[in-house]
């Protein structure tokens, strides 16, 4: 299987924290203990020596090296001019889920994390050939994340009950009609488990 990397994606305080603007994708994960069962991943990662790289997204206030009008969501996020700024607390990773040697990988463009960044040369430089994909969200992040990472040569697990999206039906759509057909599906659980 070669060597795994745990990725996760956009687990910010302006995403799913306490600066968020998106209600009702805390209130699913909170439903569905999204937030727990990805600290529980990261714990088990971290005691089998598993590298963790948080893929987060921030916009500088200027928007340069960021497409921002080909997009409708886009477009509508940044009707504020102070939606995730770099340097601000919206960008930051939870602080339960950041752990000082974590990786980050962080974008200014785009949905998915290997879009004008370096997290495939980081991947490739710690060897790793498998990823493990958590956090939000169903709707763009998480199949974007896992249909870069199958293009690219990657093996992708996707931790079930570690992901999230709105509506929520939705999301369990995505799961068994998009990423069943790019990666194996976990739970938090079952990959604990397996990194025993």
Do not use: C, Y
């Given at each position: 299987m070669g060597r795994v990397a745990v990725l996760v994606m956009?687990?910010?305080r302006g995403v799913v924290g306490d600066?968020?603007?998106f209600p009702d994708l805390v209130a699913v994960c909170a439903r569905r203990d999204v937030i727990a069962n990805t600290a529980l991943v990261l714990r088990a990662?971290?005691?089998?020596?598993?590298p963790v790289i948080h893929c987060t997204a921030a916009f500088r206030?200027?928007?340069a090296g960021s497409h921002s009008d080909n997009c409708p969501f886009i477009v509508a996020l940044l009707k504020d001019p102070e939606h995730m700024l770099e340097g601000t607390?919206?960008?930051e990773v939870l602080p339960e889920l950041r752990a000082d040697d974590d990786l980050e990988s962080r974008r200014h463009h785009g949905f998915s994390p290997f879009t004008?960044?370096?997290?495939d040369m980081t991947l490739r430089s710690l060897g790793v050939s498998s990823v493990v994909a958590l956090g939000v969200s169903l709707n763009l992040g998480i199949p974007g994340l896992a249909l870069e990472?199958?293009?690219l040569g990657y093996r992708v697990t996707v931790v079930t009950d570690a992901v999230a999206g709105i509506p929520d039906d939705y999301a369990r759509a995505v799961l068994k009609h998009t990423v069943s057909l790019l990666a194996t599906r976990?739970?938090?659980a079952g990959l604990v488990e397996t990194w025993r």
């Open positions: 956009e687990m910010q600066l968020t603007k990662a971290r005691r089998a020596e598993i206030p200027d928007r607390g919206a960008v004008g960044t370096s997290l990472a199958v293009n976990t739970t938090a």
